[in-house]
Each structure stands twice: as structure tokens, then as C-alpha cells.
């Protein structure tokens, strides 16, 4: 491969899997309607809130009887929400092919303790035997995305549609770029800066009816701490879903979530948003298939990601000293890349395998991905010569 730096360069070079890039022609101009300095108490306040909720269920397609609330602490708090909220009626299964997958199974068994919680994993890269996951009469929480892993599931059809129990689904990396099957899903969480390049710190939590029904029904055996509690005498406290946070959001923050839904709209919505989520990705994978020296973590095409796209070094020369060697020529490839400024944190995941992992969701631009391919053969090129100047 040629030395010389490629002529082209992404525009953006902000292909962090979380915070993601912010959407497309944004600048700080974008909140300047932002009630700051008020309360979000006040009737501005609630209305900018509402807002919000009412253009995420517009957006995302969610049913008119689902309750849809902000919540703090990111996509951790709303899943937090959840667990604590609602497990512990009957008995769980927990899915976990990733890092974040595997912090819910450490929730369920080691802080919440529930003894029939049933763990079902896979390795990275890898979906456990859906059809063999127990959606009927038990408890089911998965994440739809592995964000770490770039796997997700391809479709809900694996979920019983006469379950009697909940699933709870992580959806962070997969809400806005891939298509959630409401029917089959109780709880959907995810956070604002990963689905549509929203700054940090909110989370959101959608509830079906039935997960309602099981909120004004069942009373957890542990205390609740205040910043969890979602029913007030046995009843749902609908406020937290009209706009009445359970603590005080940022209005910045807010300002800037309502932002990247209106551009969403603009986009065409969902069918606008996964287009080019999957345009995206496949300026990658197309890179990937003709490109010897990398592969996709994801073993099946039809599980692979189109948001955290996962990447892993497969030159013979690499791999030949182990998971060391790989892991260090691809700390050097990033760190070449960032250096360069063409391309911001790329690295995989502590957790994960070695490797890389390039952001593809709906506010990164096709034309910025397909200039980033080229960089990633000079970066390789640019390694393997080093390598061959220190042992001359």
C-alpha cells in the first residue's frame, strides 16, 4: 500500500461510538433558545420538556399508549429504573454478549440478588441460540445493540408475542438507527448522546402498558432509593411522563436533544435515519471486504451492526504475536489516525477485543466514513513500515 497520506479527509473526523457526532451543520447557534437560568418547573420549562417527549414518540414511531420519560444518569439510569423497578415478580432471564450486557447480569445477581435469574451468554461477536431464551414466562433483559461487541439481534421474532412475563431492552446504540419492534418490547432505554449526537447525562425509559401494569402491581422486596421511584401509592406517577423530571435536567441539554429530533424529522424520520445509518455502515463493510488485513468482529452478516461498527486485525503477521501484539498495532492505528486529525477515537472498547470500532449512526456522513477507509490503509501502511524499519 502507498505511503503518501490520502488526498481526501472526513469533514468531521467524530467517530466515537459515545458522545457520537453531533448532527450534521451543527453549531451552538442551534440552542439559543434555550431557557436558561429557568426553572424547568416553569411553564417553559415543561413545555420545552414535552416537547421533547412528544417529538421522540413522533420520531421513533413509539405507540400512543407507551409512557416515554426523561430520566437522569444516561442510558445507566434508565435501565437502573427498570431493574429495580420492576424485576423480582417472577423469574429472569439475562442475555449478555457484551460489556454492557454483562453490567445488567452483575446488577441482577450481585446487587439485586434474585434467586431464579437464569444467565445466558455468548462470546464477542456472537449471539446466543435466541430461540432458546425462555420469553414466555419469564422476565427477558437484553440489549438490542451490543455497542462493544457491534452485534445486534436481527428482529424481535425470537420474543413470544403471548409472553407473560417483561422484556426489558437496552436499546442506546441501536434507537434512532434500527428499527425496535414495539409490540414485543415492555422497556426501551436509551441515551441522547448516543442516538442522535445529544450531549450527556439524560437518559430515557418508554414503558408499555403491561410494564406499567407491573409498576402498580408489584412492590420490590429492597428499598428504593428516591431517584428510582416511579410509583406513589401504588400508582404510576405520571408526571415524570408529561414532562416533570425526577431531578432537575440541564435545559441546555435539552435544547439541544429537541435540536437533533427536529433535524431527524427533516431526514425523514426513522425510514431517514436507518438509510443512512445503513449507507454508513456499509461504506465500512465494503471497505472491510476487500481489505485482507481486517475483518468484522460480527461472525454473521445479519447480526452485524450498522451503528458500532467493530473491527479486528487479521494480518498474519500481527496476529502471529498474540492478542498483545494485535492490541498494541491497533492502539497504533488509532493513535496514528487522531494524530493526523482525520479521526477521534476509534479504539475498541477496554472490554472488548482488540481492535477498532468506528461510529456509523445517523449523524455521521457517508462521504466522511468512505474518506476515513482510505486513512485506515495509510495508517496500516504506515504501521507495517515501521515495524519493518525496527527489525532490519
Known amino acids: 500500500m502507498p505511503l503518501n497520506r490520502p488526498a481526501s479527509r472526513p469533514n468531521v473526523p467524530h467517530f466515537s461510538s459515545g458522545p457520537c457526532a453531533k448532527r450534521p451543520g451543527w453549531s ?8 436558561l437560568g429557568r426553572s424547568h418547573r416553569a411553564k417553559v420549562g415543561k413545555a420545552k420538556l414535552k416537547l421533547a417527549i412528544d417529538l421522540t414518540r413522533e420520531v421513533l414511531q413509539v405507540p400512543a399508549d ?10 445507566t439510569g434508565a435501565v437502573e429504573m427498570a431493574l429495580w423497578s420492576l424485576l423480582g415478580a417472577r423469574p429472569v432471564e439475562m442475555l449478555a454478549w457484551e460489556s454492557f450486557g454483562e453490567g445488567w447480569v452483575t446488577d441482577v445477581v450481585k446487587q439485586l440478588k434474585l434467586a431464579d435469574a437464569k444467565i445466558t451468554k455468548a462470546e464477542y461477536g456472537a449471539l446466543p441460540d435466541l430461540a432458546a431464551v425462555d420469553t414466555r414466562t419469564r422476565d427477558v433483559v437484553f440489549t438490542w445493540n451490543g455497542t462493544t461487541s457491534g452485534v ?35 422497556v426501551v432505554t436509551y441515551s441522547w448522546q448516543k442516538a442522535l449526537g445529544g450531549e450527556a447525562a439524560h437518559g430515557m425509559l418508554i414503558l408499555s402498558p403491561r410494564a ?14 428516591k431517584i428510582f421511584r416511579l410509583t406513589k401509592g401504588g400508582k404510576l406517577i405520571e408526571g415524570i411522563f408529561q414532562g416533570e423530571t425526577i431531578n432537575t435536567p440541564s435545559m441546555l441539554c435539552v435544547e439541544d436533544y429537541i435540536d437533533a429530533l427536529q433535524w431527524a424529522k427533516a431526514e425523514g424520520g426513522l425510514d431517514g435515519l436507518v438509510a443512512r445509518s445503513d449507507a454508513n455502515a456499509k461504506a465500512v463493510l465494503d471497505w472491510v471486504a476487500r481489505t485482507p488485513w481486517i475483518e468484522n468482529l460480527a461472525k454473521l452478516p445479519e447480526t452485524a451492526s450498522n451503528t458500532s461498527v467493530c473491527l479486528v486485525v487479521t494480518d ?18 488509532a493513535s496514528a489516525l487522531e494524530t493526523e486529525g482525520v479521526a477521534y477515537d476509534i479504539g475498541a472498547y477496554r472490554d472488548a477485543p ?4 468506528i461510529w456509523c449512526g445517523a449523524t455521521v456522513e457517508t462521504a466522511d466514513v468512505a474518506a476515513l477507509t482510505g486513512w485506515l490503509d495509510w495508517a496500516f501502511a504506515a504501521e507495517k513500515a515501521k515495524r519493518a524499519q525496527k527489525a532490519a
Request: charged content about 25%; overall charge negative.
Open 316 to 333: 498474519p503477521e500481527i496476529t502471529a504475536g498474540g492478542q498483545e501484539a494485535v492490541a498494541a498495532f491497533s492502539k497504533a492505528l
Open 212 to 225: 406499567v401494569e407491573r409498576l402498580e402491581s408489584h412492590v420490590p422486596a429492597w428499598p428504593m432509593p
Open 354 to 357: 482488540p481492535g477498532l470500532r
Open 66 to 75: 407507551y409512557r416515554i420519560g426523561i430520566v437522569p444518569a444516561s442510558d
Open 28 to 35: 451552538p447557534e442551534a440552542l439559543t433558545d434555550a431557557p
Open 152 to 186: 445486534r439481534v436481527p428482529n424481535a421474532d425470537w420474543i413470544a408475542a403471548d409472553r407473560e412475563g417483561l422484556t426489558i431492552c437496552d436499546a442506546t446504540s441501536a434507537a434512532f438507527s434500527q428499527r425496535l419492534d414495539w409490540a414485543k418490547l415492555d
